[in-house]
């Protein structure tokens, strides 16, 4: 019985330290126009999410919208710049 109960404390400390490293995560995301965005590639394309901006957000880390570009729009919003 004491052993069941220190490996549920062990298991809740645990969950707290990543926690922490995703409100340091948050703060160093690249932005454009001010919005906080991470990129990955997913069957050659890139995903672009897009996070709300501000401080002491309620749900920091849920996007706020998304967008998939191809090779293709890529070289179309190469050309805008």
């Known amino acids: 019985m004491i052993t069941y ?3 549920k404390i062990y298991v809740f400390k645990s969950f707290q330290n990543p926690y922490k490293q995703l409100i340091s995560k948050q703060n160093m995301r690249d932005t454009i126009g001010n919005y906080p965005y991470d990129t990955t590639k997913v069957n050659g394309k890139t995903v672009l999410k897009f996070y709300p901006k501000g401080e002491n957000l ?4 849920s996007p706020k919208f998304s967008i998939t570009l191809d090779k293709e729009d890529l070289k179309k919003l190469a050309k805008i710049a």
Request: glycine letters at 0%; a neutral charge.
């Open 58 to 61: 309620k749900h920091p880390d």
């Open 5 to 7: 109960n220190i490996s």
